[in-house]
């Protein structure tokens, strides 16, 4: 049982687990963080792509891909938290 | 010779983290958990990072080490005081003065 | 690698696992955030052992570092505002018309569907394909740069490198249209063990960040690990409110945002003189070109890190403020 196997299933699981997160949560900060599980999934399977058996260097295409996708990630989150930041603010003054 | 040191600081220093694991499910107050994790967690980061100082192969890894063992140490105390303080002020664990 | 390293992968797995469902599940908001702060540093670690230290560098600081503050700033505003920040447990709010537990069922289930079936396609996939490490590994003498993550990113794809650069602009533009002004949550007082702290902390983080900049021609590092290493020194000195933003400063704040963009596209224009085409950086100053790049980049992303987690934009609203219907 090689690393690659073992922690491609994580990420799928990861990835699921951040999907059911996602949808099925009833909180915004929750959802958002959902959302981030299924990046991180996602990124497990893309680098367990990459992985060769260790005397060879592993694929670095897939790397790049991961890193720029980490990136935009926090881009998008950071979004995402504002406009949740802007909503509380907003559901608040409505009901004074 | 040097492998079989290394080995034995590294399992000293586990076990040491398995000690401040402990005290922190099983100890009943916030104050007592932080002692058990900043006093056990850190003696155990030292002798982890001698062994592995031991296994490194040049003096720059060496001095990399010890760089890291110095920030994570001085992190690791700053953020128990920072937790107990809130602790203090927010009235968790028995009032103490 | 050898057999006790796979029963270290599998107690690693499955703590990654575990850690994501307990995330999921806990009440307490902040516990989630710090459960989801653990998570990131041990999937850091996996990818380490699947021979990935750049990724692995670039998740435990922009994915864990930074959205770990991004989620603990938003948290207090959040509680702030709902005034709750005196309690001990910070609970999510319900909305006022929750889902039926139907529909989240059915959700799940399709969740679940689409699992399996990532599942089965994974496990039916052929276990290693051709890839792209024979063609990287014959071109790396005409990028420039030795390690091959940093040639992929900043010379063979360098065109999607500039639109992820791009999109942090992007966040940055969108998150000071919608927060503006100053904040009226309390910032939290660190007390003088912190400032100590900061101190002693701030000058090695400059050079670390230097040298993860620096050492990313050859070696794991980079220019979005140094970025996200140096804005840790912006986070440092917003939360010992050492610098407050302010609306004067917006000026040479948006010119940190657009220097790299502009930079970096500015290049890949200009190389497109002399019979060749955009982004083909001429062989004997290809690593000089990608090291200006890099270096502007990381000075970009370390403000625009820092300014997403101030997460406002420093305006002086007028006194009499309009009131948005």
């Not at chain 1, 990420?11 to 599980?37: E, N, T």
């Not at chain 3, 710090?34 to 850091?44: Q, R």
């Not at chain 3, 409110?241 to 290049?267: M, N, S």
């Amino acid at each position: 049982m090689t690393p690659d196997l073992i922690y491609g299933l994580t990420g799928i699981a990861v990835f699921g687990i951040g999907l059911v997160g996602a949808l099925c949560a009833q909180d915004r900060l929750r959802r958002v963080l959902a959302l981030k599980l299924c990046s991180v999934g996602a990124g497990f399977l893309l680098v367990v792509g990459a992985w060769r058996e260790p005397p060879a260097t592993p694929d670095p295409v897939p790397h790049a891909l991961v890193i720029t996708g980490i990136v935009v990630m926090v881009s998008a989150t950071a979004v995402a938290l504002a406009l949740i930041r802007r909503l509380q603010t907003l559901e608040a003054t409505d009901e004074r | 010779m040097v492998e079989l040191a290394a080995a034995v600081l590294i399992a000293t220093g586990t076990l040491f983290f398995i000690a401040g694991t402990v005290g922190l499910l099983r100890f009943p107050d916030i104050f007592c958990r932080l002692h058990a994790l900043t006093k056990a967690d850190g003696l155990g980061l030292a002798l982890i990072a001698l062994g592995a100082a031991l296994l490194a192969g040049t003096p720059g890894a060496v001095f990399r080490i010890v760089l890291i063992w110095f920030f994570v140490a001085t992190a690791s105390a700053t953020c128990g005081h920072l937790v107990a303080r809130y602790a203090r002020q927010s009235g968790a664990g028995g009032g103490a003065p | 690698m050898t057999d006790p390293l796979m029963i270290f992968d599998l107690l690693l797995a499955l703590a990654i696992v575990a850690l994501a469902v307990a995330s999921l599940s806990v009440r307490d908001l902040f516990s989630m955030i710090v459960l989801f702060i653990i998570f990131g540093l041990l999937s850091a670690l996996a990818w380490v052992r699947l021979s990935a230290p750049d990724v692995a560098l670039a998740e435990a600081a922009i994915g864990t570092g930074v959205t770990g503050a991004l989620l603990l700033k938003t948290l207090h505003h959040l509680r702030y505002v709902s005034g709750t920040l005196g309690q001990q447990t910070a609970l999510g709010v319900t909305p006022v018309a929750p889902v039926p537990m139907g529909i989240i069922l059915a959700n799940a289930g399709f969740c679940g569907l689409i699992t399996l079936g990532l599942l089965v396609a994974f496990l039916g996939a052929p276990a290693t394909g051709p890839g792209f490490d024979a063609l990287v590994a014959e071109a790396m003498p005409q990028s420039g740069v030795e390690h091959p993550v940093t040639g992929v990113l900043l010379n063979f794809r360098a065109y999607d490198t500039l639109m992820e650069v791009v999109v942090l602009l992007a966040a940055v533009i969108a998150v000071w249209q919608i927060e503006r002004g100053l904040s009226d949550a309390p910032a939290p007082v660190m007390g003088e063990v912190w400032q100590g702290f900061a101190r002693l902390a701030l000058p090695a983080i400059v050079v670390v960040g230097t040298y993860l900049l620096w050492v990313g021609a050859e070696a794991p590092g980079g220019a979005f690990q140094g970025g996200a290493v140096l804005a840790a020194v912006g986070l440092l000195l917003l939360l010992t409110r050492a610098y407050i933003p302010q609306p004067a400063h917006r000026g040479v704040a948006r010119g940190a945002f657009v220097l790299g963009t502009a930079a970096f596209a500015l290049v890949a224009i200009l190389v497109a003189g002399g019979g060749r085409v955009a982004f083909e950086y001429p062989l004997e100053h290809a690593k000089t070109l990608i090291l200006l790049i890099e270096g502007v980049v990381t000075l970009s992303i370390a403000v625009t890190l820092a300014a997403l987690f101030h997460g406002r934009e420093p305006v002086a609203l007028s006194e009499g403020g309009r009131h948005d219907t």
